[in-house]
């Protein structure tokens, strides 16, 4: 009896030590990383909810990553990338200046707000009109296909870029159509019925991570992920809930 006794406690004793260490060796198995970006409205809100929330909550659950988000301005974001303070930002055009996916996240038009007095200009037209756009992203928004036709001025602030064409100090404000769509949206009604936007180019916006080799583990991890959840049609589901069309290449 007492060997039947002590052999039980035996058993007991290393059931309770594997369960210590393999619980041990999941926490060591935990990759903390950081996430920087700017608080963009439908998709990065502070309330956790947006299309980014919900792409990253997607891509990495049950993963070994664990996403601590910070919000940042926009550059300070990309310097945290930069000086690998952080792991992951984005989403911009690939320039080539940093760690890139390979697929963009996001493919959105370039486009113009304009009163509809004003309909389908031509870039000869517009490069005889004055524009304005957020100072922060003239980067991603100027891009080398429209430059040589856009003039104008950069607004520090997006709602500063809409009080400029409402007081007709500028012809249109230039920016990407789904943030356009927010800043016309907020407006009133008989005042939205004023605008129009009209495409001008497509820009493809990719996330960046940090070129050291825990940004470049996360890239390929993010890569390899991304591409199962579209072959299941996963993510997809998440674009048509934001109403975003947006297209993946095959």
């Known amino acids: 009896m007492k060997l039947n006794l002590k052999f039980n406690q035996l058993l007991l004793i290393i059931f309770v030590l594997c369960s210590f260490f393999a619980k041990s060796e999941h926490k060591l ?10 608080n963009w409205q439908n998709y990065t809100n502070k309330d956790g909810t947006g299309l980014y929330h919900e792409m990253f909550e997607a891509i990495f659950q049950h993963s070994p990553y664990n996403i601590h988000l910070k919000y940042l301005p926009w ?7 930069e000086t690998k303070k952080a792991n992951i930002s984005g989403a911009l055009p690939n320039n080539g200046k940093y760690l ?3 697929l963009p ?3 959105q038009p370039i486009s113009i707000l304009i009163p509809k007095t004003k309909s389908d200009l ?5 490069s005889n009109l004055v524009g304005v756009w957020p100072e922060v992203y003239t980067e991603e928004i100027i891009q080398p296909s429209i430059s040589p036709y856009i003039n104008g001025v950069s607004a520090h602030y997006r709602e500063d870029a809409v009080n400029l064409l409402k007081n007709k100090k500028v012809d249109y404000y230039i920016d990407i159509r789904s943030m356009l ?3 016309l949206a907020s407006l009133p009604t008989i005042e939205q019925q004023q605008y129009q936007i009209q495409n001008l180019a497509s820009l493809k916006l990719f996330l960046v991570f940090s ?9 390929r991890f993010y890569d390899t992920r991304t591409q199962t959840l579209l072959d299941k049609h996963i993510l997809q589901n998440i674009y048509q809930k934001y109403h975003v069309n947006f297209s993946y290449p095959e």
């Open 29 to 38: 198995n935990i990759i903390d990383v950081i996430w920087v970006t700017d």
């Open 75 to 81: 550059k300070r974001a990309l310097r945290e990338i």
């Open 100 to 102: 890139f996916a390979n």
């Open 105 to 107: 996240i996001l493919t």
């Open 122 to 126: 031509t870039l000869q037209q517009i």
């Open 181 to 183: 769509e927010v800043q």
């Open 211 to 219: 070129d050291d080799p825990k940004g470049r583990a996360l890239k």
